[in-house]
């Protein structure tokens, strides 16, 4: 027998190869079950345009031999189809001789039924024996009795379908090691994040699809691409992650080049196609090569927070350079970068809920998901003081971890009056990445004086500041640095905690900043003014 790491992802065309009688589990457990693995992006077999007959067809025993696990579900009138027994025989021999793993679900009857071919199941099977010859009858008790004392799940041992079904796919996720790995461990609601690009990425349609991940900074794009590039990467013949020390280490040789300079693209470009391709040295002569080697290949390409139109043109510019089925994923904090590459299928990353954020920061705190006893109000405050943002709850809460409740209450004292300098260098990039000094101007007043007001009354102040107020909110929204609901402009806290950071180093007088928004800096300039004045006055009398 081969051990299942014989099997070489590169073989396997599903996850999963369902085996089940229609009439039983087609509209009820079978729909809801492949429905919640397409919310986990684990690809089954699905036999919908296959017309049955009286033996198995050679399109569906292919199915079987490219499946990484079968689950085999057990109902009354399972053994009343040859076809499902037969298919049983196939997936036994594929078990013994490729290592394919197994899952037997007992719906609605007992496993020793199965086991021992009795009550209404085993009447079923005797009626389809009737048919056959006895080493087939032979082989068929065979199968059914192995198949049955392995490792399983009874419905009856279950409160709801629900339930069952999400523990049978977690189990299937853990078997096929596509479970989050432990980096990703704490970062709760992976999962939902997940179920939402599996819509947009629709992994069954044969269609090139370009697909945006977009989000502040530090609300955990980076991570979820990397969950999906370890759940998807097995399930192309291709796949590169690029990140910004991909194309650094790409082109270090051209530090000082025109980043248009085509030499600096062809090089580009044979590192994109060794790692996708997975040879070395590869020799091109020009830059529509890629087209050439990749279109009849079905490829994943995830480029992770690049946002150089130059490199992506280079890389991705057309998707009919790359197979059917190929998935292209741009993880950004701009939108504008998108849409300039004509990508409308967005997944905006929003905030988690206050209760997700809780979670979130007890797991890294805490190695749990709830606060130890007579923490709860501490860490709900703590987790507020991150704004709820992934990063500033990872920050705060490595920081936090292993110390006294004594020491967390010294230290909420002090995260109320600034920011982490992780989270601040994090955010920084956004701020920085702003092209325009109008943009800037227009971000540090709403940090400072206009957060939380409507957008026309915003207009309005600032309608003689010259800041081109219009396309700076735009652009503002589209570095994600705000958002605009119902006409309200918003700005998350830990970014607004930065642009007041921004004002106050200004200048270390207060009085020479471009805001005073402490309460004591304007009391003392304020005095100095009318002390001032009144110096003036006497001088004057």
């Known amino acids: 027998m081969a051990s299942s790491s014989s099997f070489s992802p590169r073989n396997w065309v599903y996850d999963v190869f369902p085996s089940f009688s229609g009439e039983d589990v087609r509209i009820t457990f079978l729909s809801h079950f492949l429905k919640e693995l397409n919310r986990k992006l684990i690809i089954s077999f699905k036999d919908n345009e296959i017309e049955r007959s009286q033996s198995l067809d050679p399109e569906l025993k292919q199915a079987i031999r490219t499946s990484r696990i079968a689950v085999v579900m057990f109902s009354e009138k399972y053994a009343s189809s040859s076809w499902c027994l037969d298919e049983l025989l196939e997936i036994v021999k594929c078990k013994e001789e490729l290592g394919q793993l197994v899952v037997p679900v007992f719906y609605g009857l007992d496993p020793s039924h199965v086991r021992k071919q009795t009550g209404k199941f085993g009447e079923a099977f005797a009626k389809t024996c009737q048919r056959r010859t006895e080493d087939e009858t032979k082989l068929w008790r065979q199968s059914l009795t192995d198949v049955a004392n392995l490792l399983g799940y009874h419905s009856l041992n279950w409160p709801n379908e629900a339930k069952m079904i999400e523990a049978i796919a977690n ?60 759940q998807l990467s097995r399930q192309f013949q291709g796949s590169v992650f690029i990140d910004r020390a991909f194309v650094s280490k790409s082109l270090e040789i051209y530090k000082s080049a ?9 090089h580009l470009l044979r590192n994109f196609l060794s ?67 004509r990508i409308d299928l967005i997944y905006e990353v929003c905030l988690p809920s206050q209760e997700l954020a809780l979670q979130m920061f007890c797991r890294y705190t805490f190695r749990q998901n709830f606060p130890p ?25 490595s920081y936090l971890r292993g110390r006294e409740k004594e020491d967390l209450i010294d230290i909420l004292s002090r995260l109320r009056n600034g920011l982490d ?27 400072c004086l206009f957060n939380g007001k409507n957008v026309n009354e915003i207009k309005l102040l600032l309608a003689h500041s010259g800041l081109d107020v219009n396309i700076g909110l735009k652009n503002l929204v589209d570095k994600s640095l705000i958002h605009v609901r119902e006409d309200i402009v918003e700005m998350h806290s830990l970014l607004q905690e930065m642009g007041k950071e921004i004002v106050r180093a200004q200048s270390d007088e207060p009085g020479e900043r471009e805001f005073l928004m402490d309460s004591k800096d304007i009391c003392d300039l304020l005095e100095d003014n009318t002390k001032f004045t009144l110096r003036s006055g006497m001088n004057e009398g």
Not at 258 to 266: A, E, F, Q, T, V
Not at 306 to 333: A, E, M, N, P, Y
Not at 386 to 396: E, I, S, T, Y
Not at 423 to 442: F, H, M, P, Q, W
């Open 171 to 230: 189990d299937i996720l853990a078997k096929l090691n596509l479970a989050p790995s432990k980096d990703f461990e704490d970062f709760v609601g992976m999962e939902d994040h997940i179920a939402k690009m599996s819509v947009l990425l629709d992994l069954e349609s044969e269609e090139v699809r370009m697909v945006g991940i977009w989000g502040t900074s530090g609300v955990g794009k980076t991570s979820i691409a990397r969950v999906l590039y370890n």
């Open 421 to 447: 300098g992780k989270i601040e260098k994090t955010l920084r990039v956004s701020y920085d990445g702003l092209n325009d000094k109008k943009d800037k101007a227009i971000f540090r007043h709403i940090a």
């Open 275 to 341: 790692e996708i391709l997975d040879k070395k040295d590869i020799r091109i002569d020009c830059l529509g090569e890629v087209e050439e080697r990749l279109k009849h290949r079905k490829v994943l390409i995830l480029i992770d927070d690049l946002d150089d139109q130059v490199v992506l043109d280079t890389l991705v510019g057309q998707t009919q350079w790359f197979g059917s089925g190929s998935r292209i994923i741009l993880v950004t904090k701009d939108k504008h970068f998108l849409r300039a590459h």
């Open 258 to 266: 025109n980043p248009d300079d085509y030499n600096m693209k062809l």
């Open 373 to 397: 006893d007579g923490l709860m109000e501490l860490a709900s405050e703590v987790a507020l003081c991150a704004g709820n943002l992934p990063l500033g709850l990872k920050v705060l809460g």
